[in-house]
């Protein structure tokens, strides 16, 4: 099963879905097909069943009668993690304490019983691809959050696994590093080639490394889609607010405008009496009140540095949130215009 | 700073506790080596009455000795294997099984002594043996390496390591040896040094267990307490507290096991 | 990783199993029906309150361990505050003194206290050397108060210490930036907070006071503790049924009060005897 070439096994589940012992539901039945070399985000708040898909996938947990699955063309359903031969990425890293750093990324190799000399020539490379061989004979309570990551990464893959699962590698760390360690991990999985599954709960995250994201949401998906069509064409109220700030409008169609409080804009690509369209702070900008369809009043100024933050009331139900990167002075009480890109409007599921 | 008046009758309390503690076992390593405990220290200073204890009671040094390493390792194949089942298992079943494998510390050993002797006194051969009184260590002590371990087990996430060797391809009893048992190493020797040391000085149980073949380093105290004069028995405490004083010191140093230090000397 | 595992680990408690079964399950379930087998039959269990010898026997062990258990818990909890509390030379000394026998088994206590309070003692040498009159207490009750008090006070104390290390300061520093007094933050404070740990090390100290046999043979004194009661009940009399339902008895009370404590101060602390 184990051949340096099949680096892109495709994975595929069937009808999984958990139950555990105690009786609650951790995932409903899913289907899911991840390509060769394609590298899929989970993502979702804690609890969405995320996790529970990953275990399901390497091996930890078995899914409910019924459910199967498949790497590339073997169905590895009854096969325990140690027959599977994946590389795993735990959050907590789960580096051997007893072990120095070579012994921990040698170890998978040792299990397989690869000779010596080999497995010292393998080390060396992963040591040497992960930037960490001048910590080879360190303890692990001696390295730092990054160091540690890098090690969980060398010794994931130094065995050559037939997929890659992380499961949320970088939620330890600082922020800076996190951001890092995000475009490293990255252009890791573009170089190796390799099927990759990646549980995170943040959205960026999830937008840098994700080919395809699959948000979920109680333990159902939410939506399947690339990072962009999560983003501009969130499926349903919940994904959109998941990933990112959006804004919404609620209001009622007529003679081809969406009108609600504060008013209205050009709409000809439904019939629904009563919808609800959703754009990005980004899509929209404040003009004067004379150059827009839509007033209101502002209620809030934020400056962010690199843009501003303008929090709009007297629109809409709520309140509209628009960032700009403009330098004008934004006086809170005034009455200006919005004016909204036509294109980065979509119509969503108004229910959350 | 200026310690308050408070500070220092706590600081002479404590003190007169540490030598009521402390001075009778000097004093009784000192009679050990007077000429005449009766005529005081001016007797002269000796080594006779320990020379004499080692020609009438090496034998029970031996054997507790023996004892003591036999019990050992019946609790390393018997108590850390359960220790990590019940590390493993949170079920109610599982905990039935912790209390009642902790229960011969709450039964007194006089009480388990008897048991065992009306339940397998009948059979000569065993009852003969030194094998009948490691029976009773093995039951006394084991509670003391169960914990031992499971202390060790709680105080790191033993699971994930295990999944992040199984994610590697170590199959079961391979995670065991690999990184179950290195990893409790700190648990297993802080118990090994109680067993050990709760072996060589158990006395309630072995007193019932024992036969004049088989007396412990403890039983042939009480002998010496009772028919020997009272610079043997001093002696005779000498040779068992030199004998202890090692176990109680790593006792002191390895004792007390915490969880892994994560400590971070190389940040980014 | 989870559904194939149950076999091994049913193999690996196999053997503790058997052990447990063959030699102290079974045993203790023999002694049991012994300590009923005599010509009362199982109401030889109540007779115990019945034998003025037996009942006499058992309330002086309970009050004897009930007296060195709360000298033990007061003397500790003082020492123990004071020592995790105070940094000073010569700290890490005294807590090796206190804590060094541990493990000493009660025949050398039993000896130790001959030292300290026997016929060629030391209370009797400075008692004959100020006031000319004898002092020798070593085999009568306060001798065996003295050996009990000797082997639960390092064990208390190690109990205690643990919990005081884990005392949050910022509490008792709470407590006076609100006016409140040494006592009261004793009180308040500080004793609540070690109420398990004294519970708990109490349960014990108690526990094994209630057992302790090898200090009391040593002492041969006339005072019939239970334990003492119950082994010339069996090798003198051979009376075995007798000596099985007091060590039923015995047993019971000594687990009641591990087990009230717990359920009480919580499973945790009592960890550590």
Redesign the interface.
């Given at each position: 099963m184990t051949s340096d070439q099949e680096v892109s096994t495709s994975i595929r589940l069937e009808a999984c879905a958990k139950t555990f012992d105690d009786g609650t539901r951790a995932l409903e039945p899913i289907d899911l097909e991840i390509a060769g070399g394609e590298t899929v985000v989970l993502l979702g708040p804690s609890g969405c069943g995320k996790t529970t898909t990953l275990r399901i996938i390497a091996g930890l947990e078995a899914p409910d009668p019924g459910g199967r699955v498949l790497f590339g063309s073997d169905d590895v359903t009854p096969l325990p993690i140690e027959s599977r031969n994946v590389g795993m990425v735990f959050q907590s890293y789960a580096l051997f304490p007893n072990m120095t750093v070579r012994e921990n990324v040698a170890y998978g190799l040792m299990v397989r019983n690869v000779p010596k000399p080999e497995r010292a020539v393998r080390v060396g490379e992963m040591l040497a691809m992960m930037h960490i061989e001048e910590l080879a004979d360190r303890r692990i309570d001696q390295l730092s959050g990054g160091q540690r990551q890098r090690v969980a990464l060398a010794r994931a893959i130094a065995v050559r696994p037939r997929v890659l699962l992380l499961d949320e590698p970088l939620t330890a760390l600082d922020a800076s590093l996190r951001e890092r360690l995000r475009i490293e991990i990255n252009d890791l999985l573009r170089s190796l080639g390799i099927t990759a599954v990646y549980v995170t709960h943040d959205q960026g995250e999830a937008m840098a490394i994700g080919d395809r994201i699959v948000v979920m949401r109680k333990g159902v998906v939410a939506q399947i889609g690339s990072p962009k069509d999560i983003y501009y064409r969130p499926a349903n109220a919940f994904v959109a607010d998941f990933i990112g700030t959006s804004n919404r409008l609620t209001g009622h169609l007529s003679n081809g405008a969406l009108s609600f409080q504060g008013g209205s804009i050009p709409w000809q690509r439904s019939e629904a009496a009563e919808l609800t369209v959703m754009f990005r702070p980004q899509d929209a900008e404040i003009v004067a009140p004379t150059e827009a369809q839509i007033a209101g009043r502002i209620a809030n100024v934020y400056f962010l540095g690199d843009r501003t933050k303008i929090i709009l009331e007297a629109i809409g139900q709520g309140p509209i949130v628009v960032e700009t990167t403009a330098q004008a002075d934004f006086v809170i009480g005034s009455n200006v215009g919005l004016k909204i890109n036509p294109d980065r409007i979509f119509e969503i599921d108004g229910e959350t | 700073m200026k310690r308050s008046r408070?500070?220092y009758v706590?600081?002479a309390?404590?003190?007169l506790?540490?030598a009521?503690?402390?001075?009778?076992?000097f004093?009784?390593m000192l009679?050990g080596v007077t000429v005449n405990?009766?005529q005081g220290i001016k007797s002269g200073l000796t080594l006779s009455w320990v020379i004499e204890v080692w020609s009438l009671y090496a034998d029970t040094i031996f054997l507790s000795l023996l004892i003591a390493v036999a019990c050992l390792i019946?609790n390393l194949?018997?108590?850390v294997?359960?220790a990590?089942?019940l590390a493993?298992?949170s079920g109610r079943v599982a905990r039935m099984?912790e209390e009642?494998?902790v229960?011969?510390?709450?039964?007194?050993?006089?009480?388990?002594a008897?048991?065992?002797i009306?339940?397998?006194g009948g059979i000569r051969e065993f009852r003969l043996s030194w094998l009948f009184i490691l029976?009773g260590h093995?039951?006394y002590t084991?509670p003391f390496m169960i914990?031992s371990v499971l202390?060790v087990l709680s105080s790191?996430?033993f699971r994930?390591?295990?999944?992040?060797?199984?994610?590697?391809?170590?199959?079961?009893?391979?995670r065991f040896r690999?990184?179950i048992i290195?990893?409790c190493?700190a648990g297993i020797l802080a118990g090994s040094l109680?067993v050990v040391?709760?072996s060589v000085?158990?006395?309630?149980l072995t007193?019932?267990l024992h036969t004049p073949l088989t007396k412990t380093l403890?039983v042939g105290?009480?002998d010496s307490?009772?028919s020997m004069r009272?610079e043997i028995?001093?002696a005779y405490?000498l040779v068992?507290l030199i004998m202890?004083l090692p176990?109680?010191i790593a006792?002191?140093l390895y004792g007390r096991p915490r969880a892994?230090?994560?400590?971070?000397?190389?940040?980014? | 990783m989870k559904h194939s595992e149950y076999p091994r680990l049913i193999l690996l408690m196999l053997p503790v199993a058997i052990v447990f079964l063959a030699f102290f399950l079974l045993p203790m379930a023999r002694l049991i029906l012994i300590g009923g087998s005599g010509e009362n039959g199982f109401s030889e269990y109540l007779s115990i309150f019945h034998t003025p010898r037996h009942f006499e026997s058992l309330v002086s062990t309970v009050l004897l361990s009930a007296a060195v258990t709360i000298a033990a818990v007061i003397i500790s909890a003082v020492t123990g505050v004071f020592l995790e509390r105070n940094r000073f030379p010569g700290r890490e000394v005294l807590i090796s003194m206190l804590t060094f026998p541990l493990a000493f088994p009660g025949v050398v206590i039993g000896f130790l206290v001959i030292m300290l309070a026997g016929r060629q003692g030391l209370a009797n040498e400075i008692s004959q050397a100020l006031t000319g009159s004898r002092l020798v207490f070593a085999y009568s009750m306060a001798g065996l108060f003295t050996g009990y008090l000797y082997f639960s006070i390092p064990r208390v104390i190690l109990t205690i210490m643990a919990a005081a290390e884990k005392l949050d300061p910022a509490l008792e520093e709470a407590a006076r930036s609100l006016g409140a007094s040494r006592w009261q933050v004793i009180r308040d404070v500080i004793l609540p907070a070690l109420k398990p740990a004294l519970i708990a090390s109490g349960a014990i100290a108690f526990a094994t006071a209630m057992g302790a046999f090898g200090t009391a043979f040593t002492l041969a004194t006339n005072i019939d503790v239970l334990p003492m009661t119950i082994y010339t009940e069996f090798t003198l009399n051979a009376n075995f049924a007798t000596a099985a339902a007091l060590s039923i008895v015995l047993g019971t009370i000594t687990w009641l009060a591990l087990y009230i404590s717990r359920s009480i101060a919580g499973s945790t602390v009592a960890a550590a005897a």
């Open positions: - | 408070i500070f706590n600081l309390f404590t003190l506790v540490c009521f503690l402390i001075v009778p076992i004093l009784s009679a405990f009766f019946c194949l018997i108590g294997p359960a990590y089942v493993r298992k099984i009642t494998l229960l011969p510390i709450a039964i007194p050993g006089l009480a388990i008897l048991a065992l009306v339940t397998y029976v093995v039951l084991l914990r202390a790191f996430d994930t390591l295990e999944e992040g060797a199984a994610s590697l391809g170590a199959g079961f009893w391979k690999t990184i290195p990893n190493r109680m040391t709760l000085g158990e006395f309630n007193w019932m403890p105290l009480a307490y009772a009272l028995g001093s405490t068992f202890i176990l109680l006792l002191q892994a230090k994560t400590t971070i000397s190389d940040p980014e | -």
